[in-house]
Structure formats: structure tokens, C-alpha cells
């Protein structure tokens, strides 16, 4: 066997990588079980060097909905201008002036954690803004998305001093708002009753301006509007209902007499509410039709009594055509009369609206007046309303903010986090084991396969070390698949198949010894009658990297193209395949069949110097197969090598 082992290599199958993998761990467990637990010991021993922060929280609602106290705002607040407000809150809350309160009213001037004086400190900052940075850094606010909550988280050394931290935020944020507020309502009813003055004189002017106009010219308009403005919408209303009237009236005189003029009668334009004595003569002239038929049926047309019956017929349908006929003259006489009181109302609105147009030129100066009255009464009103307001408000207090869950001592330290990290560390260490059994099988096996021109050839037999010939010599590195045969010893083939293997798999190739004489393990047999998986049946050798396949119990019966199948995917799946067919006319034989098929390359094993008549046939039939062949014998001083 000769080649170069950079060959490309075939693509394995992923059951069997994750076989391998696995024998991978198990021999290297206790590699990756030491430096798991050295890189595990190393993050435990980091997380007691750090000391702990603890972190407190406390939760504020923000509405800005309770500002709303009075309903009389200028533009009211919309849900996007709600959350932009919220939003703003989160930098008043980190801002100086509400952290100064803290400051101030904790004493952190005189807390190491937040004040100690640095040799390289800038000169001129006081303490004061020293511990107001040192608090700033160890505050921080979110808000949930789509929500009017604050949290103010503070970190510290010891945990109840962050949760008081958190909690005097939370009240110097309140307590600022407060202070905001009262000093905006105070300001706000100042500014407003400096104008109450001169708005309520304006509006005294502007009312009496209105009063003088209306006794000058004589007009009187009650509920705000002339009376001869009301006398024209109610006639123009009137006017539109009777148009609607008339034109309702004239599409049921034209639908009944197009129904008349093409039937002969409007009871289809008719409903059963509309007319009962119409539905009574259609029930009859229904009924004079049924009793006709019938007697048409049963006596034939000739009979007295049909000739009875058909009268009765033509009388009911007389009676309907009259009946449709007097309908139709009163649907004319019902439109006449709608257009008459349409034309009456029409001329009496005219003569209304030419009068009512003398009236509004006085009526323009009228509504200026008015609506400049009216525009100075309601700002004084509202100015009035909201003096009343804002000094109310300065006495109630309103309030946007409130505390809705205190900051708690906090039970456990928010950093470092340590079942976190542990857990990463674990995880690391084990990655890192895995890695480190891979890079040491990796060059075990290069120790075991060295680099050179010629990959190692497999100890197979003495003769061909004292011949001093290849082993054999046909054998090259393009031969993936070799079968070994025997006449009468198969376990002359059997070791001679375990050899190749393991030369194989020391060279560096991924190796399969397929055993078509083991029938006790589960294998191809099995496996061609779905009974197995393809990993169940592969065992690893102790003694090489190569994986080892068993024939399996072929009694139960086999599935021949299933078991080609599995043969194509193992040869697939593995750069060097090794078939051990015991001999050549044994048991195996029916499993061989497909390894015949897909071999590149069969040895014939042979025990002594010179082959006998019986090896020779097999020498022969093996020859003929196709398949190239070459003569293994295993006596000490044969100089044998041949091949076909």
C-alpha cells in the first residue's frame, strides 16, 4: 500500500463523527474533566476577589393625567405627548437638582464610597460635586416600554444603603415636583389677576355697543337668529319635504302604470300592506286558476263545470284590472296634488327670502357686534375660572408622581452575577477541554503515522518482509476498497483483513473492517432488513482508530438492494474500506456479492510457498470478476507476490 495520505477525504456521515466524537470524549475524559475544573477554579477564585455591589429599586408612577384637575386646558395631551413627558422625567430624576437633595439630606460628603478625597483630583471641585458624580454614576433610571413607570435603580457596597439611596431619590424627586408646581401655580395667579381688570372693563364697552345698535334699528332676534330667518327655514323646510313627497308620489304613478300598460295590473308593484283588497283578489284568482286546473285534470275541458270554473276565472281577473285601474287614477291624483303644495310653498319662500334680504344688510353689523362681545366674554370668563383655579390648586397641592413600590434590601449581590459566570465558566472550561482531547489525539496519531514520502504500510505477513517485496505490491493509494479471501482457513483472511485495517487507520485514514464471518454482533444483515441504524452497528477497535462492522445473522433473510445500498454509503463515508470475505465458497459468500462490486482491489491468502489447485481456481475466478488480484502468502520463505 503506497500513496499520499493528503489525499482528499470523503465526507463522513454525521451518526458516525458522533460516534467517534464520543470515544473521543470517553478516552479523554479525564483531560477535559482537569481543565474544566482548573478553568471552573479559576472564575470561582476571580469572583472572590471582587467585592460586591448590591443594587435597590425603587418604582414611580408618573401620570401626567392628574394634572388634569380642572378641564380647561388649552390643547389637550395626547398618548405620544404623555410618553414624551415620561421620558423627560428620567433627566430631571439624574438631574443636580434632585440629587443635591440627596446629597444634602444623606450626608454623602462624608461617605467614603462616594466621597475621598484623590491626590489627582481637579483642583477646585468641592466635595459637594464630588459625591454629586459619585451618585450620578451609581444611579440609573429606566422606564418599561409603553408604561408611566420609573425605576430608580442605585448601586452600593452594602445593601442597605442602596436601597436608602434609592429611596431618597424617590422622595427628593417628588418633593422637587411639589416645590415646581407651587411655585408655577403661584406665579401663574399672579399674572392672571393683574388681568382680570381690564378684560372685564373691555367686555362691558363691547355689550353695550350691541345694546345701543339693536334699539336704533329695531331688530329683535330671540334665540340669536331674526324672526324672519326662522319663518324662511321653516318654510324651506317644508318646500323640501314636499319636493321629496312629490317626487315619491311620481315614481309610484309611473312604476303602477308601466305595470298596468305591460300586465295589465299593479298588484306585482303592490306590497300585502299596501292594499288588502288587492291581496284578496289575487287569493281568489289563485284559487279560481287552482279549482280550474283541477277540473281541467279530472273532467276535461269540455265539461259544465269547467266552462263554470273558467268564468269564475275571468271574473276575478276583471275584477283585478278594475281594481288596478282605480288604483292608478288615485296614484296620478295623489302626484297632482303634491305638486301643487310644492309649487305654493315654492312661491311663498320667494316672497320670505326677498324680504329677508333687506333684514341682513342690518343684521352684518348686528353679528360684528355680537361676536366682538362674545370673544371678550369668553376670555374674561376663562380668565375669571382659571384665577379661581390656580388659587385653589396652591392649597390642594396636585401631585404627578408617586411612590409605588419602595426600594427593598436587596438579599443578593447584583454584581458580579456568580451562578452566571459559573455557569459560562463551566461551559468554557468543557469547550475547552473538548478542544484540547481533539489537538492531542490529532498528534498522537501523527506520532503514530510520521510524515514522508510513503504513508506506513500495515505489518500483514513475514514473507513479504524477507521477500523484501510491498505488501503487497499491487495495492496502491487510489485502492479504497480491498476484499481478502481465503480457500480453506478463513482466519487467514480474517488477520490478514485486521492488519490492513489498522496499518490503514495508523496511516491516518478514516478506516472501516467490514467482517462478513462474524454472524453473533448485529451488522449488515440487520441493517438491510431495517432492524438497525447504521451507528448501532459500528464498533470502535481497541487497539486503532478503525471502526469495526459484523456481518450479522443473514438466516432471518436479507434485502439485497437495501444491502448494496448500505455498502455504496459506507464506502462513502470512509477513505479506506476493508471487507474480511472469509472463504471464498463460504457462508459469506451472499453478503460478498456487493463488496465484489464495489472493491478496487482482493487478496487471495494463501498459507504456503507455492498455490495449490483449488487456490488457483479461486486465483482465477477472482480474476474474472473484474476486479484487480493479487496472492498474499503468509510461508516464511515464499518469494510469492503475484497479481492479476
Known amino acids: 500500500m503506497a500513496g499520499d495520505t493528503s489525499a482528499p477525504r470523503a465526507a463522513v456521515d454525521p451518526a458516525i463523527d458522533l460516534l467517534g466524537l464520543i470515544e473521543l470524549i470517553v478516552r479523554r475524559k479525564w483531560l477535559i474533566l482537569g481543565i474544566t475544573a482548573a478553568v471552573v477554579a479559576l472564575a470561582l477564585g476571580a469572583l472572590t476577589m471582587v467585592g460586591p455591589r448590591y443594587s435597590a429599586t425603587a418604582r414611580l408612577l408618573i401620570d401626567p393625567r392628574e394634572l388634569r384637575i380642572v378641564e380647561n386646558e388649552i390643547a389637550a395631551r395626547d398618548l405620544a405627548g404623555d410618553m414624551m413627558l415620561v421620558e423627560s422625567q428620567v433627566e430631571i430624576i439624574t438631574s443636580e437638582a434632585v440629587l443635591s437633595r440627596v446629597v444634602t439630606a444623606e450626608k454623602l460628603v462624608e461617605d467614603e464610597d462616594f466621597y475621598k478625597a484623590r491626590p489627582g483630583s481637579p483642583a477646585g471641585r468641592t466635595p459637594e460635586e464630588i459625591a454629586l458624580e459619585a451618585l450620578a454614576q451609581a444611579t440609573k433610571v429606566t422606564r418599561p416600554e409603553n408604561t408611566y413607570i420609573l425605576e430608580i435603580a442605585v448601586t452600593a457596597k452594602q445593601p442597605a444603603k442602596a436601597a436608602r439611596l434609592a429611596n431618597a431619590i424617590a422622595a427628593a424627586y417628588t418633593q422637587d415636583q411639589a416645590a415646581a408646581a407651587a411655585g408655577n401655580t403661584l406665579d401663574l395667579s399672579t399674572s392672571i389677576g393683574s388681568r382680570l381688570a381690564e378684560l372685564q372693563a373691555r367686555l362691558r364697552a363691547d355689550e353695550e355697543k350691541v345694546s345701543q345698535f339693536k334699539t336704533e334699528h329695531g331688530v329683535s332676534t330671540p334665540d340669536g337668529r331674526l324672526l324672519l330667518d326662522t319663518r324662511v327655514n321653516d318654510l324651506s323646510s317644508r318646500l323640501s319635504v314636499a319636493v321629496g313627497e312629490s317626487a315619491q308620489a311620481k315614481s309610484r304613478y309611473e312604476v303602477m302604470q308601466t305595470a298596468m300598460s305591460q300586465r295589465g295590473d299593479v298588484s306585482s308593484v303592490l306590497s300585502e300592506t299596501e292594499n288588502t283588497t288587492m291581496v284578496a283578489l289575487r287569493a281568489s284568482l289563485s284559487e279560481a286558476q287552482r279549482r280550474l286546473a283541477e277540473l281541467q285534470q279530472v273532467l276535461g275541458p269540455r ?157 500483514i505477513a513475514p514473507a513479504f518482509v524477507a521477500a523484501n517485496a510491498p505488501a503487497p505490491a499491487a495495492i496502491d493509494a487510489g485502492d479504497s476498497v480491498v476484499l481478502t479471501f481465503a480457500v480453506a482457513d478463513e482466519a487467514l483472511a480474517a488477520g490478514t483483513a485486521l492488519d490492513l485495517a489498522r496499518g490503514m487507520a495508523a496511516e491516518g485514514w478514516s478506516t472501516l473492517l467490514i467482517d462478513l464471518t462474524d454472524t453473533h454482533e448485529p451488522g449488515l444483515a440487520e441493517l438491510s432488513r431495517g432492524e438497525v441504524a447504521v451507528a448501532a452497528i459500528l464498533a470502535r477497535d481497541p487497539h486503532s482508530p478503525a471502526h469495526i462492522a459484523a456481518a450479522g445473522d443473514g438466516a432471518r433473510g436479507l434485502d439485497g438492494t437495501r444491502l448494496t445500498d448500505t455498502f455504496a454509503l459506507l464506502v462513502r463515508t470512509y477513505e479506506r474500506v476493508v471487507v474480511n470475505g472469509g472463504l471464498l465458497h463460504g457462508p459469506a459468500g451472499t453478503l460478498a456479492a456487493p463488496a465484489i462490486g464495489l472493491a478496487d482491489h482482493a487478496l487471495l491468502v494463501v498459507p504456503g510457498a507455492q498455490m495449490t489447485d483449488e487456490e488457483g481456481r479461486a486465483y482465477d475466478e477472482l480474476a474474472n470478476a473484474g476486479i484487480a488480484v493479487s496472492v498474499l502468502s503468509l510461508a516464511e520463505d515464499a518469494p510469492l507476490a503475484a497479481a492479476a
Open 303 to 459: 265539461h259544465p263545470r269547467v266552462g263554470a270554473a273558467q268564468a269564475e276565472l275571468d271574473r276575478a281577473q276583471r275584477a283585478i284590472r278594475s281594481e288596478s285601474e282605480r288604483l292608478v287614477a288615485a296614484s296620478r291624483d295623489a302626484w297632482r296634488a303634491a305638486q301643487e303644495t310644492e309649487q305654493t310653498l315654492a312661491a311663498s319662500l320667494k316672497q320670505l327670502t326677498d324680504e329677508s334680504f333687506v333684514a341682513n344688510d342690518r343684521l352684518i353689523e348686528l353679528r360684528e357686534l355680537e361676536r366682538q362681545a362674545q370673544a371678550s366674554r369668553l376670555v374674561y370668563e376663562s380668565y375669571l375660572v382659571r384665577a379661581r383655579e390656580t388659587a385653589e390648586l396652591g392649597n390642594i397641592g396636585a401631585r404627578t408622581a408617586r411612590v409605588i413600590a419602595p426600594a427593598a434590601v436587596p438579599d443578593r449581590p447584583a454584581f458580579p452575577p456568580r451562578s452566571l459566570l459559573a455557569a459560562a465558566s463551566l461551559v468554557f472550561g468543557l469547550g475547552l477541554g473538548l478542544v484540547a482531547a481533539i489537538v492531542a489525539d490529532l498528534l498522537e496519531r501523527r506520532r503514530l503515522a510520521p510524515a514522508g514520502a510513503h504513508p506506513q504500510r500495515p505489518s
